[in-house]
Protein backbone atom coordinates (compact mmCIF):
# COMPACT_ATOMS: atom_id res chain seq x y z
CA UNK A 1 0.00 0.00 0.00
CA UNK A 2 1.00 3.41 -0.21
CA UNK A 3 1.72 6.28 2.32
CA UNK A 4 2.54 9.57 1.31
CA UNK A 5 3.28 12.33 3.89
CA UNK A 6 -0.11 14.00 4.64
CA UNK A 7 -0.39 17.85 4.19
CA UNK A 8 -2.61 20.46 6.00
CA UNK A 9 -6.23 20.61 4.82
CA UNK A 10 -9.20 22.79 5.83
CA UNK A 11 -11.16 20.82 8.80
CA UNK A 12 -14.37 19.85 7.18
CA UNK A 13 -18.07 20.48 9.17
CA UNK A 14 -18.53 17.59 11.67
CA UNK A 15 -20.63 15.13 10.78
CA UNK A 16 -18.70 15.03 7.04
CA UNK A 17 -16.66 12.15 5.30
CA UNK A 18 -13.09 13.75 4.32
CA UNK A 19 -10.51 12.69 2.81
CA UNK A 20 -6.30 13.66 3.13
CA UNK A 21 -5.37 16.70 0.87
CA UNK A 22 -3.77 14.13 -1.43
CA UNK A 23 -6.25 12.46 -2.69
CA UNK A 24 -7.78 14.63 -5.44
CA UNK A 25 -9.20 14.90 -8.98
CA UNK A 26 -7.00 13.81 -11.31
CA UNK A 27 -4.80 11.46 -9.49
CA UNK A 28 -3.61 8.01 -10.18
CA UNK A 29 -3.92 5.69 -7.73
CA UNK A 30 -1.92 2.07 -7.69
CA UNK A 31 -3.75 -0.63 -9.71
CA UNK A 32 -4.06 -4.05 -8.29
CA UNK A 33 -5.38 -2.48 -5.10
CA UNK A 34 -5.32 0.95 -4.58
CA UNK A 35 -6.23 1.96 -0.76
CA UNK A 36 -8.59 4.96 -0.37
CA UNK A 37 -8.48 6.09 3.34
CA UNK A 38 -10.14 9.17 5.27
CA UNK A 39 -12.37 10.65 8.19
CA UNK A 40 -16.11 10.10 8.87
CA UNK A 41 -18.58 10.13 12.13
CA UNK A 42 -17.57 7.35 14.54
CA UNK A 43 -19.53 4.38 13.59
CA UNK A 44 -20.63 5.71 9.97
CA UNK A 45 -20.53 3.44 7.15
CA UNK A 46 -18.59 4.66 4.24
CA UNK A 47 -19.11 3.77 0.76
CA UNK A 48 -16.65 4.26 -2.01
CA UNK A 49 -17.40 3.89 -5.61
CA UNK A 50 -15.79 3.59 -9.07
CA UNK A 51 -17.48 4.83 -11.95
CA UNK A 52 -16.75 4.96 -15.67
CA UNK A 53 -17.73 8.65 -16.96
CA UNK A 54 -20.84 6.93 -18.64
CA UNK A 55 -21.87 5.85 -14.86
CA UNK A 56 -21.26 2.59 -15.82
CA UNK A 57 -20.10 1.18 -11.92
CA UNK A 58 -16.33 -0.43 -12.17
CA UNK A 59 -15.80 -0.91 -8.07
CA UNK A 60 -17.38 -0.61 -5.27
CA UNK A 61 -16.15 -1.06 -1.54
CA UNK A 62 -17.34 0.00 1.91
CA UNK A 63 -16.37 0.42 5.51
CA UNK A 64 -17.21 1.38 8.62
CA UNK A 65 -15.30 4.49 10.32
CA UNK A 66 -13.51 3.27 13.26
CA UNK A 67 -12.71 5.91 16.85
CA UNK A 68 -9.88 5.73 19.00
CA UNK A 69 -11.57 2.83 21.16
CA UNK A 70 -12.12 0.62 17.87
CA UNK A 71 -8.88 0.89 16.97
CA UNK A 72 -8.59 4.07 14.65
CA UNK A 73 -9.95 7.83 15.01
CA UNK A 74 -8.59 10.63 16.33
CA UNK A 75 -8.00 12.02 19.99
CA UNK A 76 -10.64 9.77 21.24
CA UNK A 77 -13.11 12.41 19.48
CA UNK A 78 -16.12 11.63 17.80
CA UNK A 79 -14.47 10.82 14.01
CA UNK A 80 -13.33 8.03 13.07
CA UNK A 81 -10.45 6.69 10.33
CA UNK A 82 -12.15 4.57 7.16
CA UNK A 83 -10.00 2.70 4.72
CA UNK A 84 -10.87 0.98 1.96
CA UNK A 85 -9.30 -1.09 -1.17
CA UNK A 86 -10.27 -0.75 -4.48
CA UNK A 87 -9.92 -3.55 -6.40
CA UNK A 88 -9.25 -2.26 -9.98
CA UNK A 89 -7.76 -5.49 -11.96
CA UNK A 90 -5.80 -3.72 -14.69
CA UNK A 91 -4.88 -0.62 -15.76
CA UNK A 92 -7.56 1.76 -16.75
CA UNK A 93 -6.65 4.15 -19.59
CA UNK A 94 -9.69 6.22 -19.54
CA UNK A 95 -10.43 8.47 -16.53
CA UNK A 96 -12.96 7.33 -14.01
CA UNK A 97 -14.56 9.40 -11.06
CA UNK A 98 -14.29 8.35 -7.35
CA UNK A 99 -17.08 9.06 -4.96
CA UNK A 100 -16.86 8.77 -1.06
CA UNK A 101 -19.99 8.79 0.91
CA UNK A 102 -22.04 8.90 3.87
CA UNK A 103 -25.92 9.40 4.55
CA UNK A 104 -25.03 12.82 4.98
CA UNK A 105 -22.02 14.22 2.81
CA UNK A 106 -19.86 13.03 -0.17
CA UNK A 107 -16.85 13.62 -2.15
CA UNK A 108 -16.44 13.21 -5.56
CA UNK A 109 -13.08 12.86 -7.35
CA UNK A 110 -13.12 13.61 -10.96
CA UNK A 111 -10.64 11.74 -14.42
CA UNK A 112 -8.87 9.27 -11.60
CA UNK A 113 -6.99 6.73 -13.40
CA UNK A 114 -5.64 3.66 -12.25
CA UNK A 115 -2.02 2.81 -12.97
CA UNK A 116 1.52 2.14 -12.15
CA UNK A 117 2.64 4.81 -9.73
CA UNK A 118 6.20 5.75 -9.18
CA UNK A 119 7.62 7.92 -6.77
CA UNK A 120 10.68 10.28 -7.02
CA UNK A 121 11.78 11.97 -3.97
CA UNK A 122 14.77 13.33 -2.43
CA UNK A 123 16.31 15.60 -0.27
CA UNK A 124 15.62 19.27 -0.59
CA UNK A 125 19.00 19.76 -1.91
CA UNK A 126 17.73 17.49 -5.03
CA UNK A 127 15.23 19.87 -5.83
CA UNK A 128 15.87 20.78 -9.53
CA UNK A 129 12.27 22.29 -11.37
CA UNK A 130 12.26 21.04 -14.95
CA UNK A 131 12.04 24.65 -16.01
CA UNK A 132 15.84 24.90 -14.75
CA UNK A 133 16.37 22.03 -16.95
CA UNK A 134 18.26 22.89 -20.44
CA UNK A 135 15.08 23.42 -22.91
CA UNK A 136 12.94 22.34 -19.76
CA UNK A 137 10.12 24.24 -21.28
CA UNK A 138 10.47 22.72 -24.52
CA UNK A 139 10.53 19.24 -23.29
CA UNK A 140 7.28 20.15 -21.71
CA UNK A 141 5.55 20.60 -24.26
CA UNK A 142 6.64 18.33 -26.21
CA UNK A 143 5.60 15.60 -24.00
CA UNK A 144 3.06 13.15 -25.77
CA UNK A 145 2.41 11.12 -23.01
CA UNK A 146 -1.42 12.27 -22.07
CA UNK A 147 -1.64 9.51 -19.71
CA UNK A 148 1.52 10.62 -17.44
CA UNK A 149 0.10 12.44 -14.06
CA UNK A 150 2.38 14.20 -11.64
CA UNK A 151 1.89 15.32 -8.16
CA UNK A 152 4.01 18.31 -7.25
CA UNK A 153 4.26 18.65 -3.19
CA UNK A 154 5.30 22.01 -1.46
CA UNK A 155 7.38 21.51 1.55
CA UNK A 156 5.07 20.82 4.37
CA UNK A 157 6.87 19.96 7.54
CA UNK A 158 4.81 17.97 10.58
CA UNK A 159 6.19 19.17 13.78
CA UNK A 160 7.43 16.73 15.93
CA UNK A 161 5.17 16.70 18.76
CA UNK A 162 2.35 15.84 16.20
CA UNK A 163 0.80 13.01 14.36
CA UNK A 164 0.38 13.08 10.62
CA UNK A 165 -2.74 11.91 10.55
CA UNK A 166 -3.58 15.04 13.07
CA UNK A 167 -2.36 17.62 10.53
CA UNK A 168 -5.31 16.54 7.95
CA UNK A 169 -8.11 17.66 10.07
Known sequence: ALLL????????HDGDVWLPSFFGSHMVVQ??????WGWAPCSTVVTVKVTAVDGTLVASASATAKCATQGGGRDGGTTG???VTLAVAARNSSSVNVTTSISTSSVVL???AWGDLYICSGRSNMEYPMSDAVNGDLERERATIPSL???????????S?????????
Do not use: I, Y
Open 5 to 12: AAATAAAP
Open 31 to 36: RHGGNV
Open 81 to 83: LWM
Open 110 to 112: EDV
Open 149 to 159: RMLNRKDTPVA
Open 161 to 169: NSSQSNTDR
